[in-house]
Protein backbone atom coordinates (compact mmCIF):
# COMPACT_ATOMS: atom_id res chain seq x y z
CA UNK A 1 0.00 0.00 0.00
CA UNK A 2 1.95 3.25 -1.13
CA UNK A 3 1.83 6.13 1.43
CA UNK A 4 1.08 9.87 1.18
CA UNK A 5 3.59 12.05 1.40
CA UNK A 6 1.02 13.41 4.33
CA UNK A 7 1.16 10.49 5.77
CA UNK A 8 4.90 10.34 5.68
CA UNK A 9 5.17 14.03 7.02
CA UNK A 10 2.90 13.40 9.95
CA UNK A 11 5.15 10.34 11.06
CA UNK A 12 8.33 12.04 10.64
CA UNK A 13 6.57 15.29 12.80
CA UNK A 14 5.44 12.71 15.37
CA UNK A 15 9.02 12.03 16.20
CA UNK A 16 10.34 15.16 16.59
CA UNK A 17 9.54 18.97 15.50
CA UNK A 18 11.36 19.77 11.66
CA UNK A 19 11.94 23.16 9.97
CA UNK A 20 9.95 22.93 6.69
CA UNK A 21 13.42 22.84 5.27
CA UNK A 22 14.37 19.69 7.36
CA UNK A 23 10.97 17.84 6.20
CA UNK A 24 10.88 18.95 2.53
CA UNK A 25 14.88 17.19 2.44
CA UNK A 26 13.29 14.34 4.30
CA UNK A 27 10.18 13.83 2.28
CA UNK A 28 11.84 14.66 -1.12
CA UNK A 29 14.94 12.41 -0.44
CA UNK A 30 12.69 9.46 0.29
CA UNK A 31 11.94 9.44 -3.50
CA UNK A 32 8.64 8.22 -3.00
CA UNK A 33 6.70 11.74 -3.48
CA UNK A 34 6.75 13.95 -6.45
CA UNK A 35 7.49 17.51 -6.49
CA UNK A 36 4.11 18.69 -6.34
CA UNK A 37 2.96 16.43 -3.32
CA UNK A 38 5.76 17.46 -1.29
CA UNK A 39 4.57 20.97 -1.59
CA UNK A 40 1.28 20.07 -0.79
CA UNK A 41 2.16 17.75 2.27
CA UNK A 42 4.18 21.00 3.96
CA UNK A 43 1.56 23.51 2.94
CA UNK A 44 -1.10 21.42 5.12
CA UNK A 45 1.25 20.62 7.34
CA UNK A 46 1.64 24.40 7.92
CA UNK A 47 -1.80 25.23 7.81
CA UNK A 48 -2.47 23.39 10.51
CA UNK A 49 -0.03 24.38 12.93
CA UNK A 50 1.70 20.85 12.79
CA UNK A 51 5.38 23.57 11.34
CA UNK A 52 5.66 26.58 12.63
CA UNK A 53 9.48 27.71 11.86
CA UNK A 54 9.21 30.67 14.20
CA UNK A 55 7.89 29.25 17.26
CA UNK A 56 10.72 26.39 16.63
CA UNK A 57 13.46 29.06 16.61
CA UNK A 58 12.66 30.84 19.90
CA UNK A 59 11.86 27.38 21.53
CA UNK A 60 15.39 26.04 20.15
CA UNK A 61 16.79 29.49 20.82
CA UNK A 62 15.50 29.17 25.13
CA UNK A 63 16.86 25.57 25.09
CA UNK A 64 20.66 26.29 23.23
CA UNK A 65 21.21 28.82 25.74
CA UNK A 66 19.56 27.20 28.94
CA UNK A 67 22.36 24.58 27.85
CA UNK A 68 25.59 27.49 28.07
CA UNK A 69 25.51 27.80 24.54
CA UNK A 70 25.93 31.09 22.60
CA UNK A 71 24.79 33.10 20.03
CA UNK A 72 26.91 32.05 17.64
CA UNK A 73 26.60 28.14 18.53
CA UNK A 74 22.35 28.86 18.55
CA UNK A 75 22.95 30.54 15.17
CA UNK A 76 25.03 27.61 13.43
CA UNK A 77 22.69 25.43 14.30
CA UNK A 78 19.65 27.16 13.43
CA UNK A 79 20.52 27.72 9.70
CA UNK A 80 21.99 23.99 9.22
CA UNK A 81 18.25 23.48 10.34
CA UNK A 82 17.35 25.55 7.63
CA UNK A 83 15.73 28.58 9.46
CA UNK A 84 15.24 31.97 7.29
CA UNK A 85 17.62 34.73 8.78
CA UNK A 86 14.42 37.30 9.37
CA UNK A 87 13.21 34.41 12.01
CA UNK A 88 15.95 33.49 13.10
CA UNK A 89 17.22 37.14 13.77
CA UNK A 90 13.79 37.64 15.38
CA UNK A 91 13.99 34.84 17.67
CA UNK A 92 17.94 35.53 19.18
CA UNK A 93 16.67 39.50 19.62
CA UNK A 94 14.01 37.41 22.31
CA UNK A 95 17.12 36.20 23.58
CA UNK A 96 17.82 39.07 26.63
CA UNK A 97 21.81 39.64 27.30
CA UNK A 98 21.03 39.08 31.40
CA UNK A 99 19.90 35.27 30.11
CA UNK A 100 23.03 35.07 27.40
CA UNK A 101 25.55 36.76 30.36
CA UNK A 102 24.18 33.90 32.96
CA UNK A 103 24.85 31.42 30.61
CA UNK A 104 28.30 32.43 29.57
CA UNK A 105 28.87 32.37 33.76
CA UNK A 106 27.13 29.24 33.93
CA UNK A 107 29.43 28.07 31.02
CA UNK A 108 32.64 29.34 32.62
CA UNK A 109 32.09 28.24 36.15
CA UNK A 110 31.60 24.44 34.87
CA UNK A 111 34.65 24.48 32.85
CA UNK A 112 36.53 26.25 35.59
CA UNK A 113 35.80 22.98 38.14
CA UNK A 114 37.60 20.93 34.98
CA UNK A 115 40.64 23.55 35.19
CA UNK A 116 41.86 23.08 38.96
CA UNK A 117 44.80 20.87 38.22
CA UNK A 118 45.83 23.59 35.76
CA UNK A 119 48.53 25.48 37.70
CA UNK A 120 49.39 27.87 34.94
CA UNK A 121 47.20 31.23 35.29
CA UNK A 122 47.87 32.14 32.12
CA UNK A 123 47.04 28.34 30.81
CA UNK A 124 44.17 28.63 32.39
CA UNK A 125 42.58 31.96 31.20
CA UNK A 126 43.32 31.08 28.01
CA UNK A 127 41.56 27.90 27.95
CA UNK A 128 38.46 29.24 29.40
CA UNK A 129 38.96 31.81 26.93
CA UNK A 130 39.24 29.22 24.34
CA UNK A 131 36.53 26.88 25.51
CA UNK A 132 33.87 29.88 25.98
CA UNK A 133 34.60 31.02 21.99
CA UNK A 134 33.74 27.27 21.05
CA UNK A 135 30.56 27.60 22.90
CA UNK A 136 29.44 30.51 20.57
CA UNK A 137 29.83 33.52 23.27
CA UNK A 138 31.51 36.55 21.36
CA UNK A 139 34.90 37.42 22.26
CA UNK A 140 34.03 40.07 24.75
CA UNK A 141 31.27 38.17 26.91
CA UNK A 142 34.25 35.77 26.76
CA UNK A 143 36.50 37.64 28.00
CA UNK A 144 34.92 39.83 30.73
CA UNK A 145 33.81 36.45 32.02
CA UNK A 146 37.30 34.83 32.21
CA UNK A 147 37.98 38.47 33.96
CA UNK A 148 35.01 37.72 36.63
CA UNK A 149 36.43 34.05 37.17
CA UNK A 150 39.72 34.51 37.34
CA UNK A 151 40.13 38.04 39.22
CA UNK A 152 40.48 36.76 42.75
CA UNK A 153 42.86 34.17 41.41
CA UNK A 154 45.61 36.52 39.84
CA UNK A 155 48.27 36.58 42.25
CA UNK A 156 49.87 40.11 40.29
CA UNK A 157 46.70 41.36 39.35
CA UNK A 158 47.95 41.22 35.57
CA UNK A 159 44.98 40.30 33.91
CA UNK A 160 45.85 38.77 29.95
CA UNK A 161 42.22 40.13 28.79
Not at 36 to 47: F, H, K, L
Not at 91 to 112: F, V
Not at 130 to 136: A, E, L, P, Q, T
Amino acid sequence: MARSALQKAMDLLALRPLTEFELHRKLESSGNFHSGEVDEAIRICRDRGYLNDPLLAEDAVRFLNSCSRGRGVIRQKLRARGVDQEILDAALEQLAPEDEEEAARNAAAGKLRLLVREKDLRKKREKLFRFMISRGFSPDLAGRMVKEMLSENSPDGNDIF
